[in-house]
């Protein structure tokens, strides 16, 4: 295949913005689009050309794949990269994309098509003896069956829809009696987002961490794993705090799962990046959960341990090239935690929090890492994904790494809008995290919006208590002492020290 001269970025913000830069260090023009709301955008005015592909919804701009089309054949474009999110997991789009003569960077059609539907997915890897949560193995919409299913089972179980992610048309059910209730709501829920009310039922973990193996495939057959990530650290199913490596694999777990997960992209025929995410109950059984076929948001902790950069990787793969190592060939350096810096207020319940960075500082150092696409004045537009940026910190531990995390974190300023910094410090200084020992109900196990209270407003808050009691007894003692003699010394030189110490 011919080597790519321009690449247009079918997506916004830093990860636009992190693609384009590793593009232009392979000497490859870069070509973005826009809506009308990313006009003044970091990642227009760092691409080589942009193109204004529509309004600021993204229904009218982002997913409007015939209008990237068009940008791509106005450029000159000779691929397109998805980057995550929007077109990224449509199989509709890499079609079209390879129908115009382009390349797509990510794997097939046929791969996203077949991994896109969970119970397609679970029932290719099932052939590679990749392990999978007891459950339904096709689409089910009668209750009674489905509880007799359930009953089988064993509660608690899930709910799940076939289609889709980000916790939507998902149900918990602890109980028979709660089960009908929450069948029509899983099944409704299904149907508005993503108009498939297909749900099937699997045995809910308990106790679960979400472990998922980073894979990346040839075209010529080739398969590896660059290992894992923690991603147990979230709030409504969505990832905020992730780690490379686990604290909870030994090596001889991490050979038997990076297996799994190479034999699982092989069921799939697969080839570029893509991601083959587990559940692990307490007792460490592993379970196939869903295949991610695109790049994922938690990268970089990936690139931070293998030193690969895996958006060259992409390329090079989609241009034609053999995976340039083998399985043995792949080490762990040191260990790397990212945190997502979200637009969002983790005390109410982490609701967007829309706003201007009225300050915006980055935190700076040796093995730290910030991907964002915003800067100082800018707003977070309410359109799309409320995430400013996410902090990477690498160090040659674990511990080392916690102790950079909970510094950055504290270097970095924001004011204008709440954040979730200070629940990622909380999470970094809390002993389950430190220990190893938490699992994916860690918000609801150990966090409440109290703990939240910056550690300046509560020096702030000592201060200002230990100044009312000064005041308090300085009044009580004048008014019981007698007179004083009337000098002309300054108060201000005499008490300076007290006021500025």
Known sequence: MPSIKKLLVANRGE??????RSAKEMGIKTVTVYSEADRQALHVRFADEAVCIGPPSSSESYLRMEKILDAAAQTGAQAIHPGYGFLSENAVFAKKVKEAGLL??????????LMGSKLGAKAAVARFNVPLVPGTAEPISDISKAKKIAK???YPVLIKASAGGGGKGMRIVDKESEFDEQMERAVSEAKSAFGDGSVFIEKYVTQPRHIEFQIFGDQHGNVVHLFERECSIQRR???????????????????????????????????????????MDADKNFYFLEMNTRLQVEHPVTEQITGIDLVKLQIKIAEGEP???????????????????YAEDPSNNFLPDIGTLKTYKRPQGHGIRVDDGFEQGMAIPFYYDPMIAKMICHDETREKAIGKTIRAI??????????TLGFCRFVMNHPAFRSGHFDTQFVENYFKPEVLLPLADKTEEVIAAALAVFVSESITAQQKAPPAPVTT???WKKNRSIITG
Request: zero cysteines; aromatic letters at 6%.
């Open 410 to 419: 504290e270097e970095y300023e924001i004011t204008g809008l709440e954040t």
């Open 104 to 113: 797509f960077i990510g794997p097939s059609a046929e791969s996203i098509e």
């Open 15 to 20: 990860i636009a913005l992190r693609i384009m």
């Open 323 to 341: 995976l340039p190592f083998k399985q043995e060939d792949l080490k762990i350096n040191g260990h790397a935690i990212e945190v997502r810096v």
């Open 152 to 154: 089988d089972i064993g």
């Open 489 to 491: 010394e300054s108060k």
């Open 237 to 279: 199913h969505q990832k905020v705090v992730e780690e490379a490596p686990s604290s909870l694999l030994t090596p001889e777990l991490r050979k038997q799962m990076g297996e799994a997960a190479v034999n699982a992209a092989k069921a799939a025929n697969y080839f570029n990046a893509g991601t083959i995410e587990f559940i």
